[in-house]
């Protein structure tokens, strides 16, 4: 029960996080769009943070749709098959979905490390920060993954017995 109401928070925090992403991703590029056309003095940093709104919110969102099951082709596909090749697609995409997360874990730890420079419109914010979100994005994905395949050998093993 404790670790349902962790799950739940998890990717309760994650969703909210989402929506102010997006929501920043609007807002910025609407006050960019004004500044820069309407009075004539467009922000030096409002389109590299918009960039990297959307990029943060495209790779969190990769782990909320692996956690609630929600590829749209994938499901559809699943559904067309015959009963036993859709589970069996199913749990061999969760799978490699899993090893994807770890493989951003991974090497996107080590590109985030090791990348040079700075931003110099974002105050000299070193680029390995903005880069960070691949490996969270990576441990939230295989954590989805994980938390689906488990669900979905429970439900293989509630109806066995």
């Known amino acids: 029960m ?4 962790l799950d739940d928070l ?27 056309y ?14 990297f709104a959307n990029v943060w919110l495209v790779m969190l969102c990769l782990a909320v749709t692996v956690r609630f099951e929600e590829s749209i082709s994938m499901q559809g596909l699943y ?5 036993i090749v859709g589970i069996t697609l199913d749990v ?14 991974w090497y996107g730890l080590q590109a985030a490390m090791h990348v040079p420079g700075m931003f110099w419109e974002l105050g000299g914010l070193p680029k390995r920060y ?16 994980g938390l689906v395949l488990y ?3 429970a439900r293989r093993r509630e109806r066995v017995d």
């Open 92 to 105: 061999l995409w969760n799978v490699v979905t899993f090893l994807f997360g770890l493989f951003l874990v």
């Open 151 to 153: 669900r979905q050998f």
């Open 79 to 83: 559904r067309a098959l015959p009963p």
């Open 130 to 145: 903005p880069m960070l979100i691949m490996p969270i994005s990576g441990a939230l994905t295989s954590l989805a993954a």
């Open 2 to 5: 404790r670790l349902q109401r």
């Open 38 to 51: 309407v009075m004539n003095a467009a922000p030096f940093w409002g389109d590299t943070t918009a960039l």
């Open 10 to 36: 998890i990717w309760d925090v994650l969703l909210v996080m989402c929506c102010l992403l997006l929501f920043s991703i609007v807002g910025l590029t609407a006050y960019t769009v004004f500044m820069r």
